[in-house]
């Protein structure tokens, strides 16, 4: 089955840097556009980044010139680069695909950013 293991979340302050990085296995990785998305506390689930299997990316508005999704198919992982982070950023990130018309998640791994 399709699984999504995020990892590296957790707590910096404003200005600074964190790298996500999601690993799939049960997909044909290099086949799959994969996405990166995040939910605030009381929010809606919000897109962040999408990269395309032929590495065409895609960014939100609120994220452009600050983070940078990028793609290893050797190693079956999508990975978010997010620099000079803002308290604003502060929410779970979630790691994405389709298949079929089925969307599939990750855990999440939370991300917090202090003032």
């Known amino acids: 089955q399709v699984q999504l293991v995020e990892s590296g979340g957790g707590l910096v302050q404003a200005g600074g840097s964190l790298r996500l990085s999601c690993v799939a296995s049960?997909?044909?990785?290099?086949?799959?556009?994969m996405g990166w998305y995040r939910q605030a506390p009381g929010k809606e689930r919000e897109l962040v980044a999408t990269?395309?299997?032929?590495?065409?990316?895609n960014n939100a508005d609120s994220v452009k010139g600050r983070f940078t999704i990028s793609r290893d198919n050797a190693k079956n992982t999508v990975s978010l680069q997010m620099n000079s982070l803002k308290p604003e950023d502060t929410a779970v990130y979630y790691c994405?695909?389709?298949?079929?018309?089925?969307?599939?998640w990750g855990q999440g791994t939370q991300v917090t950013v202090s003032s």
């Open positions: 994405n695909t389709n298949r079929l018309g089925q969307n599939y």
């Open positions: 049960g997909i044909v990785f290099s086949t799959f556009h």
């Open positions: 990269i395309s299997n032929g590495g065409i990316t």
